[in-house]
Structures are given as structure tokens and as C-alpha cells.
């Protein structure tokens, strides 16, 4: 079975990563993933070809992504691969997704990907406001919407998304990657510079307006002021010492002595063992990959309630309201002041749920079954033009429409 992935771009390590590892993972159940990658290559394509998954650049810049060349060339590539179903990943790639497949001869079963909350809505590009508010027009089309958790698929529905498409498969990961481990713990914090009794607080993500940096740097200062013995490294791309903006904003906070910018990393994996606290301080998100990965390595963790942070943190963690840092600060406080044997606690129990909750076969098995639902409705083959009516939804769809724990 052959399944075209359409993605707006390859750069980050959200559901682009998320893809890497369903695409290579499917090849075990006989399905043949190709990936067309809107935007320029990037590193991450010489992985995709590595798990023997096929990638197609077609090099548009976010300006051209509503032109018609990138609708020409999704059209083209579809008559050549003759794919089972189209999978769309975010936005702008969903809508082409759509719309190529329209415009070809036996429309092509079309999933759409939907991989952040609506929390930050206002403050995203114009064009990208233009898109979501489309795609809620275009959704009635759709065979399916892939939400990555309930909290992102209700906002979507509220805003006027299909009800009737939605499903959540929520995102799994690797319990043997992602593990608390002493040789990969002592190297992380040499690499943090540090000291034995300090309690390190980590964050992972890139630097975007969307992660709340401004918000975590202020709890911080607010934790530093009652704890001596805390550090916090920052990881991801565009978190290291060139950028001015987070630099002047950690001086201005008094704590430049008291914090580690290590920039974008490769092998995550290596580096969580060495916090003792995982914090996120996101003003919005879908599913958070790296608070998932942070409780697969036994960290205790405290996130804002925005997208599915709390979902997948459940009763294992600390959940605070966004934009605060002062309850980021008291949330972090309230692990800080525990003993390193009490956090290994919460932290097995963090741990125990990923390993119960999103397991990577559980993931990739559900979209399977999506898949296999799609190219097995009756006359969807058959059907030509543009935008057709919808009327092919089929209520019995075996993913269900509801959480999929």
C-alpha cells in the first residue's frame, strides 16, 4: 500500500520527526511511504533516505506556497507514484493536499494532519491565519482529520472544522531510546557545567514566540531568588550565545551566571538524563514530543496547560496556567525543594505513563488502520472533479472518533 506524506517543511523536530519514524516504522506492515517535502532539503532529508523513505524538495519559501507552481507539482508527483492515500502534514500542505488531489483523475483518499493548538491564533502570520481559516472552510472535503490530541481537535471543531473527519491518534515514542541513563547523566552535566549539588533545569525547544522563553527565563529568576543550588539549560535552535535577544533577556533577569544556552543538539536522548526538572513554558502546542521524551527519561515535569501538554502529562506532573512566570516558579519550586530520591519517584511514575499511554508501535498501528479505512471505502476511486461533496464519510472508519488511549 502506498501512502504520499505532504509536508509544509523539514526543518524542526516536531512532526517532522514524528513522520520520520511512521514512515519507517509502516515499511514493517507492507505499506511504501513517499514524503513531498514543500519546502528547500534540509539535513533531515539524508535521515528520511537512511529509513529508505523517498523525499521529494520541492524548494518553495513560505511566500510561495499559494502559488500555482507547488499545486502543479503535487499534481505531478501523484500521477507518477499513484498513491493509496495522500497524508497531509500542517496546514498549508493539507490544503494542497486537497486541492491537487482534486484536480486529478480518480481522486485520491486525502487525510489531513493537524499538529498545534489554536491557544496562540492571534499571533501567527497573517497568511497563516488566511490558511486555517480556509482549511475550516475546505474541511468538509477531507476523508479525515488526524488531530494529535482532544484538546487540539476541539478548538479546531469550535473554530469550524468538521466534526464529523476528526480522530486523535496521539503520538508514540521509543522506551529504549529515551531512558534515564548514569553514563549519558554524567556527561550532560560536564557538558552543562554542572556542580555536583545543583538541581538543573532543562527546557528543549527552538526559539520561537510559541515556547514562552520570555516566561521561563522570568520563572527562573523568581526560583534563583529563593533556591542558591539551580541551574537551567536551554537546548534548540537558536538558543545558544548568538542570539542577542535571549541573552539581553536572561542579563536583564540577573541570571546570565546561572544559565547554560547550548543551541540545537543532535541525540536529545543524551542530554535529558542530565536535567533533574523538565519544564515547558509554551504559550501553545499540539502534542509536545520532548515533554513525552523528557517523562520517558524519568524526569519529573512541570508544563503549561496549552494544546495536549496536560494530556500527556496526566497526574504525573505539575500543570500550570501559560503565560506566568511566576507559576512556572512555584511549580518548579515545588520539585526543586524535593529530595533527589522523592523526584526519581515522580519521575518512574512520569515514566510508567509514556510507556503505558504512547507507545511508538501503538502510534503506528492506529495510523495503519486509518490508512487501510481510507483505500478500502467504496468508489472513492471513481470519483473526479474538484472539491467534492463529502458524502463518502463513512461513520465506521476503524480508528475511533474518540481519545485513543
Not at 530520591?341 to 495510523?367: D, K, P, T
Request: hydrophobic share 40%; with cysteine.
Amino acid at each position: 500500500m502506498r501512502i504520499l506524506h505532504c509536508i509544509t517543511g523539514l526543518t524542526g523536530d516536531g512532526a517532522q520527526r514524528v513522520l520520520l519514524r511512521l514512515a519507517h516504522l509502516l515499511r514493517e506492515r507492507s505499506f511504501e511511504s513517499f514524503v513531498v517535502n514543500l519546502g528547500p532539503r534540509t539535513p533531515l532529508v539524508s535521515e528520511f533516505e537512511a529509513a529508505q523513505v523517498s523525499v521529494t524538495s520541492l524548494g518553495a519559501s513560505p511566500q510561495m506556497l499559494h502559488m500555482p507552481y507547488v499545486v502543479t507539482s503535487m499534481r505531478r508527483i501523484l500521477k507518477k507514484i499513484e498513491p493509496d492515500v495522500i497524508q497531509g502534514w500542517m496546514y498549508h500542505a493539507n490544503v494542497i493536499s486537497l486541492i491537487a488531489s482534486s484536480l486529478t483523475k480518480g481522486r485520491t483518499p486525502v487525510a489531513w494532519n493537524i499538529r498545534r493548538g489554536m491557544e496562540d491564533y492571534r499571533e501567527r502570520s497573517r497568511s497563516t491565519r488566511a490558511v486555517i481559516r480556509l482549511s475550516s472552510v475546505l474541511s468538509s472535503y477531507v476523508d479525515s482529520i488526524v488531530y494529535c490530541s482532544s484538546v487540539c481537535r476541539s478548538q479546531h471543531e469550535a473554530y469550524g472544522y468538521d466534526s464529523r473527519r476528526g480522530h486523535i491518534v496521539y503520538n508514540g515514542f521509543d522506551r529504549e531510546k529515551f531512558h534515564m541513563d548514569e553514563q549519558s547523566r554524567h556527561e550532560a552535566r560536564t557538558l552543562f557545567s554542572a556542580r555536583t549539588n545543583e538541581i538543573v533545569i532543562g527546557n528543549v525547544g527552538r526559539f520561537d514566540v510559541a515556547k514562552g522563553h520570555r516566561y521561563l527565563v522570568e520563572a527562573f529568576a523568581r526560583l534563583a531568588a529563593r533556591v542558591r543550588n539551580v541551574r537551567l539549560v536551554c537546548v534548540g535552535r537558536g538558543m545558544d550565545g548568538t542570539n542577542m535577544e535571549i541573552r539581553d533577556l536572561i542579563a536583564r533577569a540577573g541570571i546570565a551566571d546561572r544559565v547554560a544556552l547550548l543551541g540545537e543538539r543532535e541525540s536529545v536522548e543524551r542530554i535529558f538524563p542530565g536535567f533533574d526538572v523538565y519544564c515547558s513554558a509554551s504559550i501553545n502546542e499540539g502534542f509536545p514530543n520532548v515533554i513525552a521524551e523528557a517523562m520517558a527519561c524519568a524526569l519529573p515535569c512541570v508544563v503549561t496547560n496549552v494544546g495536549g501538554s496536560a494530556e500527556v502529562v496526566g497526574d504525573s506532573g505539575v500543570i500550570v496556567p501559560s503565560r506566568s512566570g511566576e507559576a512556572l516558579a512555584e511549580g518548579l519550586y515545588r520539585y526543586v525543594r524535593l529530595s533527589t530520591v522523592e523526584r526519581r519517584v515522580v519521575g518512574e511514575r512520569a515514566r510508567e505513563r509514556v510507556i503505558a499511554q504512547f507507545s511508538l508501535q501503538a502510534m503506528v498501528e492506529r495510523y495503519a488502520q486509518l490508512y487501510r479505512s481510507l483505500k478500502g471505502r467504496e468508489d472513492i476511486s471513481t470519483r473526479e472533479g474538484p472539491l467534492l461533496s463529502g458524502s463518502h464519510y463513512n461513520p465506521d472508519l476503524a480508528v475511533s472518533s474518540g481519545n485513543i488511549h
